[in-house]
């Protein structure tokens, strides 16, 4: 009896905890007139307010938050919430708020409530009093007057960063914690519902101040998996599946039901060489190495077509990247007569050397980016031909072992300009003494140009110095860039007005529909 | 009874010296693995930071103190019952982790039921046939369930009932049919051991002298094997159950990434990587004791199941 008992408890124990655990669950939805578009999403958000951290993207991506300014296709700046700016002097931006526009809980949005947005957003998130470098704003009307604690060229185009997403800061402060599940935004898209780590659910915003959406209801899933996001799509539960796998778009292109876009991130693949190492620190080896790597193989065929052979750091999708740079073409007799001029002359092994040193490297990679380790296996074996023998070492955290000046070499991904601007990269990657300039480049010419790139305003202009900084680096090979990795993305033939951007984080906005 | 309390309130106070150690050993490791909190905090989306920003961080977050100064805050703010906020999300350590735990404890006991009706019905039966063709059928599901990995296998549920049959959902929480799929790929492995592992005690049980009694005094088969056999066949893999609930707890980390099921597994996870101190220690922690109470449970269960174990707790 006392058997039965226990196995009677047991049993109505775990039912009872099941129904107590599937309380939080609900049922079926009730039948909607018009179909929601759903989108799995491999990333996801830690919560939704957008000055935390890196939720402003989420923000953005999902169409609920707008910032003042924007990168468009082609990579340049574009108005958004603002409608004009000007620059009153080195030092001091005005800036226009276009007239209609309106919070999702109906308040308008004037020069004091963008002020006090920034404001919120300097104090809350780790990066921004850095890049926005602000001394003080004033607010006036619809204007604000924005004055930088130094020259800042590259102000208005870090006002596109998602942190600096505009949000009624007033709600925010009365809501507290609150805001972080139900943020106060403007854009074409409004919150109607949030699952932590599970979905956004979004809703056309009636009162929006530009182009009213035509999607009505939005769904955003969390799908870590890329196999799985995949599949959601395939059997229907989701229309659209973000960050799909190289390897997997050749499957897709025969599914009649779905569409695959693609378009160049502004991300860079590059191998970083230390040029304190013997040998590396010899420009003819750098050399030899960047001819020898054969880059439209990586990107064509080791990377499925997902990838643009590289020419310099900067895609060529900015404005000042890749096109009409000289890169180094794939040329292994080249490299061999480059070596052969150096005097390192190959071995019994086969490996070249010079007074008893060998080129032989440890280079790093890291898994975080799947493509990174086998890119580096097929250089490898492109670097073997010419007598330079390459060990693979996989590290957990590249950046510290670099940092740490222990390293001959390493391939790492950056990326490169995200709000469209070269300065960040070129300062803090490739100028002497740079915080991620690991491998100690140092170049006075190219210390000149970023110099002058700091003081410099005009668009035009900073384009061009930004070429010619490339090319400054591609002469002295202090680096091998390799590819420019693509974005790809799977769609349900029936999602119209979807436009994949360099920029990771637009998404959602009013063009998009799906007649499902 | 008074010794059966007597016997958990000890077993209670074990918790506190296994809990300091566990907390111990865990912070010692996180602190000794590569990685720097405030740095991974700044990169997430892959810019680069520059390193002020990083130093002042490191400050603010009280990282440069000496390990001991931090585990000594650390240990102090949980005995004010305050395991801290994460890194990653400013929310207290507590909150993030119950408000994810239903999600997870979900999963797991749907996966221990998928065990139990497969397994008892599976272990009995091929006990009974012996070398007859349900045996082979249970020995082949074990050998599958140990070898296949549970990635894969998921995956392959997946594509076959939800895209090509869509009989299931392929993905995420929600109501009863969301959960079959994730939990029978938690539950196939162990299933398919426990069947054996009965199959095996009963057969071991079914030789002993006490079941030819029961025969021979003319006892129906059903209770033979029902009253006589199961409940002496049942003891060991009791012991197993109990160890392999929080096996499956932690063992959902990958089911619950494949499924997007938003239990704790994955969040974990997250924070390992994320190198979030307070969530990891809190997890550990979190995770200590329910193994620790599962276990707990199970030896309680033997005395209900065996009365010669009390006897012996009680001498």
């Known amino acids: 009896m006392r058997l039965k008992k226990a196995v009677a408890c047991a049993v109505i124990t775990v039912f009872l905890m099941i129904m107590a655990v599937g309380c939080g669950n609900e049922g079926t939805k009730p039948p909607q007139e018009e179909k929601p578009l759903t989108v799995g999403w491999a990333q996801w958000c830690t919560n939704l307010d957008p000055g935390d951290g890196y939720n402003g993207w989420y923000a953005v991506e999902f169409g609920m938050g707008e910032t003042l300014v924007k990168t468009g296709k082609k990579m340049e700046i574009e108005p958004w919430l603002a409608e004009s700016w000007e620059r009153v002097d080195d030092n001091t931006w005005k800036i226009k708020i276009r007239d209609s526009v ?25 990066r921004a009093p850095g890049l926005l470098d602000i001394a003080s704003i004033e607010a006036q009307g619809n204007e604000i007057i924005v004055k930088n604690n130094k020259p800042n060229p590259s102000f208005i185009t870090t006002l596109a960063d998602p942190f600096a997403v505009i949000v009624d800061a007033a709600a925010a402060e009365e809501m507290g914690d609150q805001f972080m599940e139900n943020p106060v935004l403007t854009g074409p898209f409004k919150l109607k519902k949030y699952v932590k780590d599970e979905r956004v659910e979004v809703v056309r915003n009636e009162d929006y101040w530009g182009e009213k959406a035509k999607q009505k209801d939005v769904v955003f899933k969390s799908i870590p998996d890329a196999n799985t996001r995949l599949m959601a799509l395939q059997s229907g539960e989701i229309q659209v599946a973000d960050k799909i796998p190289a390897e997997q778009t050749a499957t897709l292109g025969k599914d009649k039901d779905l569409k695959v876009l693609s ?164 300062e803090t990657v490739f100028m002497t003494g740079g915080d991620n300039n690991y491998g100690s480049y140092s170049s006075e010419k190219l210390d000149a140009l970023g110099k002058k790139l700091q003081s410099t305003f005009d668009t035009e202009e900073r384009n061009s110095i930004a070429r010619e900084a490339q090319q400054v680096l591609i002469d002295d090979a202090a680096f091998a860039f390799l590819v420019y990795p693509k974005i790809i993305t799977a769609v349900d033939k029936d999602v119209e007005g979807l436009d994949i951007t360099p920029t990771e984080y637009y998404f959602l906005d009013s063009k998009i529909s799906y007649k499902g | 009874m008074i010794s059966l309390k007597n016997y958990i309130l000890k077993r209670l106070l074990y918790l506190i010296p296994v809990m300091i150690g566990v907390s111990i050993i865990t912070f010692a490791l996180i602190n000794l693995a590569p990685g720097d909190p405030a740095e991974l905090m700044l990169r997430a989306e892959g810019m680069e930071p520059t390193r002020e920003a990083v130093e002042a961080l490191r400050e603010e977050m009280g990282l440069n103190d000496p390990v001991y100064v931090q585990y000594g805050r650390w240990l102090a703010g949980v005995l004010h019952l305050d395991m801290g906020k994460s890194y990653r999300t400013g929310r207290p350590v507590t909150e993030e982790i119950l408000s994810r735990f239903p999600a997870t404890l979900e999963l797991t006991v749907a996966a221990l039921l998928f065990v139990l009706l497969f397994a008892v019905p599976a272990g009995i039966l091929a006990a009974i046939y012996r070398h007859a063709f349900i045996d082979h059928l249970s020995r082949i599901m074990a050998l599958l369930g140990a070898s296949l990995p ?92 109990g160890m392999s609930f929080g096996g499956l707890l932690g063992g959902s980390v990958i089911i619950e990434t494949i499924f997007a099921w938003p239990g704790i597994g994955k969040f974990a996870v997250d924070s390992i990587f994320n190198r979030d101190y307070p969530v990891i220690q809190g997890y550990v922690l979190f995770m200590a004791l329910i193994f620790v109470l ?22």
């Open chain 2, 294 to 315: 599962a276990n707990l449970l199970v030896d309680i269960s033997y005395g209900l199941l065996d009365p010669r174990i009390r006897l012996e707790r009680r001498s």
């Open chain 1, 263 to 426: 378009e160049s991130s502004v991300r860079v693949h590059m191998l970083i060489f230390n040029l304190k190492k013997p040998g590396l620190d010899e420009i003819s080896v750098r050399k030899a190495i960047n001819m020898a790597v054969n880059r439209e193989d990586l990107a064509q065929k080791v990377m499925s077509e997902s990838g643009i052979a590289a020419a310099g750091p900067f895609p060529a999708v900015l404005p000042f990247g890749g096109s009409g740079l000289k890169g180094y073409d794939y040329n292994v007799e080249g490299a061999k007569k480059l070596l052969d001029e150096a005097g390192w002359k190959p071995g019994g092994d086969g490996v070249r050397q010079k007074d008893g040193k060998k080129l032989e490297y440890t280079f790093l990679t890291y898994k975080n980016r799947p493509e990174l380790p086998v890119l580096m296996e097929a250089m490898q074996s492109q670097l073997k031909e010419i007598g330079i023998k390459v060990e693979i070492k996989n590290v957990e955290n590249a950046s510290e072992v670099m940092e740490s000046g222990d390293f001959e070499g390493c391939i790492y991904s950056f990326s490169t300009a995200p709000t469209g601007d070269p300065q960040y990269m070129l």
């Open chain 2, 150 to 241: 549970g990635f894969w296998l998921g995956l392959l549920l997946i594509y076959f009932f939800a895209v090509k049959l869509g009989i299931f959902p392929v993905m995420g929480r929600g109501g009863f049919s969301h959960l079959i799929l994730p939990a029978v790929t938690l539950g196939f492995a162990m299933a398919a051991v426990y069947a054996r592992l009965l199959r095996a005690s009963m057969l071991d049980v079914l030789g002993q002298d006490f079941i030819k009694v029961a025969r021979a005094k003319g006892l129906q088969e059903k209770w033979v094997i029902g009253r006589h056999a199961l409940k002496n066949a049942v003891l060991p893999a009791v012991t197993m159950f």
């Open chain 1, 102 to 126: 309106k919070f999702h809980n109906g308040k308008d949005v004037d020069g004091a409530a963008v002020k006090a947005s920034l404001e919120r957003t300097i104090k809350m998130n780790k």
